[in-house]
């Protein structure tokens, strides 16, 4: 099946939709190749995409593969499932995110043009720009300065968004932006009582479905949320070191760096680690997490999400850690001024007193 004079490519939004899509975006676009998104993570999305794969593979395989039936259902047959092997030597993806085009080739048996690209500095030293010229091929485009000149436009694109995310801007908003190709810095001087890092790969913590708006829901309890995006990459490989070891896994900034680098931050309350169950790189990181955060006397809750993941009980749990940051933040500021915390002598207004933290 080849259709590749149509210049049109799909692109699942999920995976490495959550990291690169800025860079996608402005590369395939400077090369007059237009895009088409599957639609957002539905429950839909997730029970079609479960259906298709053994009960054991972490959701956001199952999420992925619902976002390809959903472009095969608009009837997009050219698909982007790039198999991102490496990312630096020797830094690795896990097995599924290796072999994305291998899994989906065996479970989708609908026809359709796999354009399946090849990410591989450590054992092919296959890197960007092979990678990049792999994309385009099936669509004729073989000129390497032309191919050169689009990955200008994408790293744009891409540090536009990473600006913008590190001002504070939500996820959403600086890539709205970034692909408006604008550059506006977020002014929000709101404070919050509480700060709380969220500890998760993109895929699982800024898909709204998958992750059930865990920030908005935060943030409504009145707590700033920080994540990787807010940090350099320098924060991030310190952040690793921190946790006393050295990057292995690809999506490590997300997890160990992101991690690191906050159980150090004074102004950070408390951890919320997201996983997807059956992760076997998370299960790993999250126990050096968990051994740190102990060390450094941090709050930590890790929540674990599957698609049978009921939202009150999610909620609930939430709920119960910002509860415990607001009060043990009291506690010690209680403890600084030396007052008493017993309501009968003396009940203060908690919103002020925390707020002055
Ligand atoms: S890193 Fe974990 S959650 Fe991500 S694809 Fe691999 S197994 Fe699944």
């Known amino acids: 099946m080849h259709n590749f004079e149509e210049k049109v490519i799909g692109i699942p939004r999920a995976m490495s939709f959550y990291s690169n899509y800025p860079f996608y975006f402005g590369f395939f676009n400077s090369l007059g190749i237009k895009i088409v998104l599957s639609d957002v993570t539905t429950k839909q999305t997730m029970s079609e995409g479960a259906a298709l794969v053994v009960t054991e593979t972490c959701l956001p395989i199952k999420v992925y593969v619902g976002h390809i039936l959903n472009l095969l259902q608009k009837g997009i047959k050219n698909i982007f499932v790039p198999s991102l092997q490496s990312i630096d030597n020797k830094i690795y993806n896990c097995s599924k995110i290796r072999g994305l085009p291998d899994l989906i080739r065996n479970v989708i048996k609908e026809p359709f043009n796999m354009i399946e690209a090849t990410l591989d500095k450590s054992e092919k030293n296959q890197g960007l720009y092979e990678f990049l010229a792999e994309c385009v091929k099936p669509f004729g485009i073989t000129d390497k300065a032309l191919i050169k000149n689009a990955s200008k436009a994408g790293w744009r694109c891409y540090n536009n968004f990473h600006i913008m995310s590190k001002s504070g801007m939500p996820y959403s908003k600086a890539l709205s932006y970034a ?10 001087s709101k404070e919050y009582p509480i700060s709380v890092a969220l500890v998760g790969h993109g895929y699982n913590i800024y898909d709204e479905r998958v992750c059930m708006k865990i920030i908005d829901k935060l943030e409504k309890m009145d707590v700033k949320v920080c994540t990787s995006l807010q940090l350099s990459s320098e924060q991030l490989d310190e952040g690793i070191l921190a946790l006393g070891h050295e990057k292995y896994w690809a999506n490590e900034d997300e997890m160990t ?8 931050d004074s102004k950070i309350d408390g951890v919320i680690t997201i996983t997807a169950f059956g992760c076997g790189p998370d299960s790993l990181m999250i126990e050096r997490i968990t051994r740190k955060a102990k060390q450094y006397n941090k709050p930590l809750l890790n929540l674990t999400i599957d698609e049978q993941t009921g939202e009150a009980g999610f909620v609930t749990r939430i709920e119960a850690f910002v509860d415990m940051l607001f009060r043990k933040k009291r506690a010690v500021i209680l403890n600084k001024l030396n007052i008493s915390d017993r309501e009968e002598e003396f009940s203060p207004n908690t919103d002020i ?3 002055r933290a």
């Open 179 to 188: 692909l408006q190709g604008k550059v506006v810095i977020s002014d929000s």
């Open 257 to 264: 760096g992101t991690a690191g680098h906050y159980l150090k």
């Open 353 to 355: 007193i925390e707020t």
